[in-house]
């Protein structure tokens, strides 16, 4: 996407310690977010949280004692409670899980909604999930670009022969295939290498840590000249970044989306208790407090396209 061409379509984060546990109240956030306008419900994923004490030297935000949702159960149940919001995983670490397991997760929730999966997609930081889960954390980078390629083939043939690298599947394939043949695949991160394989291999590309600055606008060149590379059209690249409500006033929010809009993102994803880099949590402790705030951006952003083509 060319910087901006189009309105943005905004949505919101799924705040997971808000609604710890509790069914009703990560139904009751989704139908909230939905009728105020936003067009997606994104949620992040981690299996397993390790011990601080344990592991004292691992980077990242999230430990033992940090809640997560398991995106596709959750999608499942949503998919049920809400009738239009797309339905976004930012990201699924998808060289921790078995691929084919994948593609039938995401084919069902597809179905389920009635094609409103959106697949993002990353590599993830914390060695002790994919030592657990039985998966090797050195080559998953490389071994996601295969997993690709595999999901996309189980989307769209019933029957499928694929002898890969790390997969071999022999005339098999999942039944139902999903709505949407295949499911978009966004792939997230911040490296210069994640950048290229969204460009070269992605239907988008989420960015998470970045600032509307100089910084985000190399690698966004890097994705458009890797699509040009490879002989495809760098529009058809969606681009997605993370906003945070922490510390900041709403002309502070409509100034900084305005800045994305300028890059040429595509799509906003509002988070309400994220706190990582540059991101700071908004104070809402509660489903309703976490809803008034993106009642207040929705309004501060509002003329920029929040739910909109």
């Known amino acids: ?49 390790a011990s601080a004490e344990a592991y004292p030297d691992l980077t990242g935000p999230y ?17 049920g409670q809400t009738r239009s919001i797309e339905l976004v995983t930012g990201v699924i670490i998808l060289a921790q899980r078995q691929t084919a397991l994948v593609a039938k997760q995401a084919a069902i929730v597809d179905v389920l909604s009635g094609g409103r999966l959106r697949l993002g997609v990353g590599t993830g930081w914390n060695p002790v999930e994919f030592e657990a889960l039985g998966e090797n954390f050195r080559n998953r980078g490389r071994r996601s670009e295969e997993q690709i390629a595999v999901l996309r083939a189980l989307w769209t043939e019933e029957e499928i022969t694929f002898r890969g690298r790390w997969h071999t ?24 290498s994640v ?4 460009g070269r291999l992605g239907d988008g590309w989420i960015t998470i840590h970045y600032a509307p600055d100089g910084r985000c606008r190399a690698h966004l060149e890097t994705v458009r000249n ?22 900041l006033e ?55 396209g929040a739910g909109t083509d």
């Open 169 to 192: 599947i022999v005339a098999a394939g999942i039944n139902p295939l999903p709505v949407q043949r295949p499911i978009p695949v966004w792939i997230g991160g911040r490296a210069e």
């Open 250 to 304: 709403p002309h502070d929010w409509a100034m900084e989306a305005e800045a994305w809009r300028g890059l040429g993102m595509t799509h906003l994803t509002v988070n309400t208790e994220f706190t990582s880099g540059r991101h700071r949590a908004s104070p809402a402790r509660t489903v309703d407090e976490h809803v008034a705030f993106l009642e207040r951006y929705r309004d501060a952003v509002g003329d920029l």
């Open 63 to 79: 430990r033992l004692e940090h809640p997560f949702w398991e995106p596709f159960v959750l999608f499942g149940y949503l998919a």
């Open 226 to 247: 890797a699509a040009r590379e490879v002989g495809r059209d760098p529009s058809s690249v969606g681009l997605e970044a993370w906003v945070s409500l922490g510390g």
């Open 1 to 49: 996407m060319e910087p901006g061409t189009r309105a943005m379509r905004i949505g919101a984060a799924l705040p997971h310690a808000a609604t710890e546990g509790d069914p009703i109240a990560a139904r009751d956030f989704a139908q909230a977010v939905e009728q105020l306008g936003y067009a997606h419900l994104e949620t992040y994923d981690h299996v397993l949280g």
């Open 195 to 198: 950048a290229e394989r969204s």
